[in-house]
């Protein structure tokens, strides 16, 4: 019989937030995969370093963590191999994902490659949208409102049309994109609606009014999130 390999979502980086149900997962199976970047610790492991008991087999994947090298087909392709010959001896294989995995999560490269021939199960996770708006004190929508997930990586023209057809937006992946997002916040008079937040519920977590965000560029843990009719949860 085949093992199972499970996408575990671990929550946006508190190691409190990862639900029951991983955790269960993460303490039976007999193998545990993460990414990690190409030099030096993984994030995602980190944060269930202290439900770790060493019982595990270990497979740290190492890849790229640029956009411009992103995804690396090569190395999930490696990867699912790797992960292959482990389900196939019967063994379950626990892959962690920072945040939710199908929310713009790793995992999905992973599955894309895995769900045809072995079982996956994928379990859900406190997003980093969720977490960002919990730690801001700040509902994402209310009522009607149309809320937008955009990635800042989108051009500026497409940023602010999107913009203007919703009420809420979560701007994401912010990073080396901080000044041009930035200054099109600014230039739609919505300033004034906008927080920052950069690695939310992590102990380098860090609030700020976007108008006091001095920095030139933002780590990729950071999000804007903007309401046009700013508390409008209050109304």
Same mark, same amino acid.
């Given at each position: ?69 992103? =995804? ?7 990867? #699912? &191999?790797? !992960? @292959?010959?482990? %389900?196939? $001896?019967?063994? /379950? *294989? ?29 379990? =859900? ?7 960002? #708006? &919990?730690? !801001? @004190?700040?509902? %994402?929508? $209310?009522?009607? /409102? *149309? ?39 600014? &230039? ?48």
């Amino acid at each position: 019989m085949k093992g199972t390999l499970y996408g575990l979502g671990v929550g946006p980086g508190d190691p409190e937030l990862i639900t029951l149900k991983a955790l269960r997962i993460l303490e039976r199976t007999s193998v545990l995969a993460y990414p990690a970047p190409e030099e030096g610790e993984s994030l995602v492991r980190s944060i269930v370093a202290d439900h770790l008991d060493g019982h595990h087999e270990e497979v740290c994947i190492r890849m790229p963590m640029v956009s411009a090298r992103f =995804p690396a087909q090569d190395v999930y392709d490696r990867a #699912a &191999a790797d !992960l @292959g010959r482990h %389900l196939d $001896a019967g063994r /379950d *294989v626990a892959m962690l994902c920072e945040g939710d995995p199908f929310f713009y999560g790793s995992f999905m490269y992973m599955f894309g490659r895995m769900a045809e021939h072995h079982p996956v199960e994928v379990v =859900p996770g406190v997003s980093s949208l969720m977490a960002c #708006a &919990a730690t !801001l @004190g700040a509902p %994402l929508a $209310a009522r009607n /409102d *149309v809320l937008s997930v955009l990635p800042a990586t989108l051009a500026s023209e497409a940023l602010e049309r999107r913009i203007r057809d919703v009420d809420a937006v979560a701007i994401i992946k912010v990073g080396r994109h901080l000044p041009r997002v930035r200054t099109l916040i600014e &230039a739609m008079g919505l300033t004034g609606s906008a927080r920052y937040v950069e690695h939310a519920t992590m102990a380098s977590e860090r609030i700020l009014p976007l108008a006091e965000v001095a920095d030139d560029t933002a780590p990729y843990f950071s999000m804007i999130l903007l309401h046009a009719r700013g508390d409008a949860w209050k109304v």
